[in-house]
Nanobody, 127 residues
Framework: QLQLMESGGDLVQPGGSLRLSCATS????????IGWFRQAPGKEREGVGC????????YYADSVKGRVTISTDNAENTVSLQMNNLKPEDTAVYYC????????????????????WGQGTQVTVSS
């Protein structure tokens, strides 16, 4: 059974940094795509970025590009989302999800492509 669990969400001031983790189980994290998504209050869920655990390719949404880095520790079955220079508009529930194909690119934000999702972790950016 594919399982993912996010952690690391917190209240942080604008300009601050936060590192979210996605712990995976039930599958070997070396041939898939892990996507990060977020949903702000009253808005639809949107893609933040993704990483191919096969070749390390990443892709980021324009709204976070330059401020976000996704990395993977295949040995620990964990994927991280490092967020810097956080803005109030980054406030959302953040989710990780697994796509059983190892291709991370501009087409990787189709939610239907993802097989399993975590429960989400809340990030609040406020002074």
């Amino acid at each position: 059974q594919l399982q993912l669990m996010e952690s690391g969400g917190d209240l942080v001031q604008p300009g601050g940094s936060l590192r979210l983790s996605c712990a995976t189980s039930g599958f070997t994290l070396d041939y898939y795509t892990i996507g990060w998504f977020r949903q702000a209050p009253g808005k639809e869920r949107e893609g933040v970025g993704c990483i191919s655990t096969r070749n390390g390719n990443t892709y980021y949404a324009d709204s976070v590009k330059g401020r976000v880095t996704i990395s993977t520790d295949n040995a620990e079955n964990t994927v991280s989302l490092q967020m810097n220079n956080l803005k109030p508009e980054d406030t959302a529930v953040y989710y990780c999800a697994v796509d059983l194909l190892p291709f991370c690119d501009s087409d990787s934000f189709r939610e239907a492509e993802y097989e399993s999702w975590g429960q989400g972790t809340q990030v609040t950016v406020s002074s």
